[in-house]
């Protein structure tokens, strides 16, 4: 009896010595955050200014590292601007020409990136053997067109003369809902669905639709993110 009376005081000072430690333990990581800020913080206003643009523990989900303010004050003709690309919010405002996607255009797209699946280059066995009956383009092919169907790469034309420069700041979602075909002509239909004023200038989300022909499905989704500074 006295081994098992001494055993069970020993099993209750150790769960009493676990909670103790659990319990500091617990103050203790729940106050880093902070003191870890303020840590930062002090080292920022000392000598380290490129420390303004991290926050490394934050309760809410507000983006430090980012162009967006909460009140971004805009020059009179970038204030025109976006009053101008507002109105005009969801509304198609290009239809690209048709361009034919061959197996030339995707033999050098593979050559470029190196993907060569049969499904993609190997026209014989994908009439016999793949669902569609012939080679198709590569996802990132059509993706990596776009450019040149929205005639952006073209240097005389420029939507937005009022920016000092644009920037192709990245995509929200890209989708591909249809395969294209070797020999399929396509083009790009385009909207911008948002604009947010920046520090200094504007974002814009610019909805890329690739039409292929005689298809009532496209392509590829694209938002694509776009930058206007000043």
């Known amino acids: 009896m006295r081994l098992v009376e001494s ?7 150790l769960e009493s010595i676990n909670s103790e430690i659990k319990s500091r333990v617990e103050t203790t990581l729940k106050n880093w955050p902070e003191t870890i800020n303020k840590k930062v913080s002090d080292i920022r206003n000392f000598s380290l200014p ?5 926050h490394f523990f934050h309760d809410s989900e ?6 967006i303010e909460t009140t971004p004050k805009l020059s ?26 061959d197996q030339a255009c995707i033999d050098q797209f593979a050559q470029a990136t190196g993907d060569h699946q049969w499904i993609h280059t190997d026209p014989l066995k994908a009439k016999n053997e793949s669902p569609f009956k012939s080679t198709i383009a590569h996802g990132f092919l059509t993706l ?35 395969p294209v075909r070797a020999g399929k002509r396509i083009r790009a239909r385009t909207r911008i669905i948002a604009v947010t ?10 909805e890329v639709t690739i039409e292929v022909e005689n298809s009532k499905r496209p392509a590829c ?5 776009l930058r206007l500074y000043e």
């Open 7 to 13: 055993f069970k005081q020993g099993q209750e000072k």
């Open 50 to 54: 490129w420390t303004q643009y991290f």
């Open 62 to 67: 507000e983006v430090i590292v980012n162009d």
């Open 76 to 101: 009179e003709k970038f204030a025109e601007l976006h009053k101008r690309i507002e109105s005009n919010l969801g509304v198609e405002n290009y239809i690209g020409e048709w361009f034919l996607v």
């Open 144 to 178: 990596s067109l776009i450019p040149k169907l929205t005639d952006t790469v073209n240097p005389e034309k420029n939507d937005y003369p009022e920016a000092r420069m644009l920037v192709n700041y990245g995509m929200n979602k890209v989708v591909f809902p249809s």
């Open 197 to 206: 004023p920046l520090r200094r200038g504007l974002e814009l989300v610019r």
């Open 221 to 225: 989704i694209a938002e694509m993110l």
